[in-house]
């Protein structure tokens, strides 16, 4: 169960206006928010032991790419062996953060710069 935040997630959330860069803006903040409060909520279940297993396995910024892909994919499979719900649990998340965000799409619209490339004339 793949969850895709892209152009037509900004659609469902009443974004599609945004301009480009800060689409991706929001797409990233989106992201990060959810892995944020994903990780909190499963970290709250965890034993120290546990919470101290999974820690090893997060990619650090020295990791090379591929070990960064490889360091993801164990921490995948170590969640869905010790925390089969998780995907409830990101789904449920993501639900929530939807719809603070729609719930504040016009007010993003309001205070965010319009794409300001010159008219050609």
Do not use: C
Request: overall charge negative; hydrophobic content about 35%; charged content about 30%.
């Amino acid at each position: 169960m793949a969850y895709r935040l892209d152009e037509q997630t900004l659609e469902e959330l009443g974004l599609a206006a945004l301009p480009p860069e800060e689409k991706r803006k929001m797409l990233t903040h989106i992201l990060e928010t959810l892995e944020m409060r994903v990780g909190t909520t499963l970290a709250s279940q965890m034993s120290d032991a546990q919470l101290d297993e999974f820690e090893k396995l997060m990619p650090t910024q020295e990791d090379s790419p591929e070990s960064v892909k490889d360091k993801e994919k164990a921490a995948l499979n170590w969640l869905e062996t010790n925390f089969p719900d998780y995907k409830q649990v990101v789904s449920g998340e993501l639900d929530k953060l939807k719809n603070e965000i729609k719930d504040l799409a016009p007010q993003i619209l309001a205070t965010t710069p319009q794409d300001q490339s010159p008219a050609l004339g």
